[in-house]
């Protein structure tokens, strides 16, 4: 079982290390690559790498949110 800091830890290194934008590209052709590898559970950690790029680089947040 993967950690939630570990993923969000992937999803820094990954925005780091190509950016904003291209993370979230290279991380859904992970997703991508483990699928046709048939690795679920690999593409199911990765999915959480993405969703947690995302989070970490959206700009528009509610009035009433919190900031990490």
């Known amino acids: 079982m993967t950690m ?5 830890r992937a999803a820094n290194v990954l925005i780091r290390q190509y950016g ?14 483990l699928l046709e590898l048939g690795d679920i559970d690999g593409q199911r950690v990765w999915k959480g ?3 947690a ?3 970490l ?3 528009n947040r509610k009035a009433d949110e919190r900031i990490n």
């Open 49 to 51: 790498v993405l969703r």
């Open 20 to 33: 904003a934008e291209d993370a979230v590209r290279m991380a859904v052709r992970r997703i991508d690559a």
């Open 4 to 8: 939630p800091i570990d993923i969000y």
């Open 53 to 55: 790029a995302q989070e």
């Open 57 to 59: 680089t959206r700009t």
